[in-house]
């Protein structure tokens, strides 16, 4: 009987522990697609340009760097800003081997009139959080990702489910 009833303790906690997980997906995609259909770019996209906006430029190792995701990854979501005119792509001066990217007034129109994005609601609430909470929930929020096998996706600080490749396909 003890058995069954521990048994039982675990199928809901494991129930509990999936329908978090659904809820944050959710989430996400749901974010995604509000910011998709008000801003007309993913929220990877959207990072790009809030990085690019935060200085004017930047280079792509730069963003790359920032984002903790490939130069390839970088590449194919300035690619699409760039066909959305929200960016552009430019020589450098001091050094022609570098190419700069810089935000466009329509970059700068849809930085300003994007929705709240996610991640910033995230890590305002995470801020409030008592050191060791962060502590806790950043152990747990790894172990979880290990236990998905997450650990060789291209990931980046970036609450969106799409635009990432896996490092292998750099």
Known sequence: MLSQVKQKVEMDRIDTSLIALRRILRATEMFGREVKRSA???PAQFRVLQIIGEKGQATATAISTRMRVS?????SLVDKLVG??????????????????????KGRQTLA????????????KFSEMEDWEQAMLVANLERVAAMLDAHELDASPVLDTGDFKHTGDS
Do not use: Y
């Open 71 to 75: 130069q390839a990854t970088v590449t």
């Open 113 to 124: 009139s994007a929705p709240d994005p996610l991640q910033q609601r995230f890590v305002r």
């Open 40 to 42: 007309g770019v993913t």
């Open 84 to 105: 959305e005119g929200m960016v552009l792509r430019e020589k450098s001066t001091q050094d022609r081997r570098q190419t700069n990217i810089h935000v466009t007034p």
